[in-house]
């Protein structure tokens, strides 16, 4: 069965405390792993796709990284504005865009 | 370029009651979905799009109807609230269905009674 599960569900920071997220899947047949950032009463807001393991991809502050098994999402050096719930995806075994979602990490980074 | 709009914002319904989520984006994008999320779960795909005139059914069907007269538009159906319909809904597009970098709208949040 296709599956995503996201840890810690929350995680607090101090101003430049850095962090790592998890997300593990299975998924028969990875066609990508998607990265996306929520904020309270928004909509996801994409941030990265990692295709295969051993890729990486850097923003800012936040680095993903891809292994056959998991993805980390590394906060270097948080600010407050980081604060936000992260959420990692997989396409479903019929299509790209049909994901399945982790239930997310809620982020808070107080100075 | 407003993106994604969904509407209504907010919503409160009577069990048993019908209404439709419209959802709109002018991005030309062919591909459009509907997922909803509930605390302490991740957003479950309810009913997707290809392009004007296709859908069908994702993760969680049951209770809504989607239909796609057009590419801009892709309104979400509820023929008959229940309880178990409370939860905050978000549309998405994306250029293609192998283009990973979806568009959410901003949610529209409803609770049935």
């Known amino acids: 069965e296709d599956q995503v599960t996201q840890s810690p569900e929350a995680l607090r920071l101090q101003e430049g405390e850095s962090s790592s997220l998890n997300c593990s899947y299975t998924v028969s047949g990875l066609r990508g792993l998607f990265w996306y950032r929520q904020d309270p009463g928004k909509g996801p807001e994409f941030l990265f796709t990692?295709?295969?393991a051993g890729e990486e991809k850097e923003k800012e502050r936040l680095k993903a990284t891809l292994t056959k098994k998991e993805s980390f999402l590394h906060i270097t050096a948080p600010k407050p504005e980081d604060s936000a719930t992260y959420l990692c995806a997989v396409p479903f075994s019929g299509g790209y865009n049909k994901l399945i979602f982790g239930a997310g990490t809620r982020l808070a980074v107080h100075p | 370029n407003a993106g994604v709009t969904q509407t209504p914002k907010f919503q409160v319904l009577k069990t048993g009651q019908s209404m439709t989520l419209q959802c709109a984006q002018d991005m030309n994008h062919e591909y459009m979905s509907w997922y909803r999320q509930d605390p302490g779960m991740g957003l479950r795909l309810i009913h997707y799009s290809v392009g004007a005139g296709i859908t069908d059914q994702g993760e969680v069907p049951n209770g809504y109807n989607v239909s796609r007269s057009t590419t801009e538009d892709f309104p979400l159906r509820l023929l008959s609230a229940a309880p178990s319909q409370t939860s905050v809904y978000f549309c998405?597009?994306?250029?293609?269905?192998?283009?990973?970098?979806?568009?959410f709208g901003q949610g529209t949040r409803l609770t049935v009674v």
């Open positions: 990692l295709y295969s």
């Open positions: 998405a597009s994306s250029y293609s269905s192998e283009n990973t970098e979806a568009f």
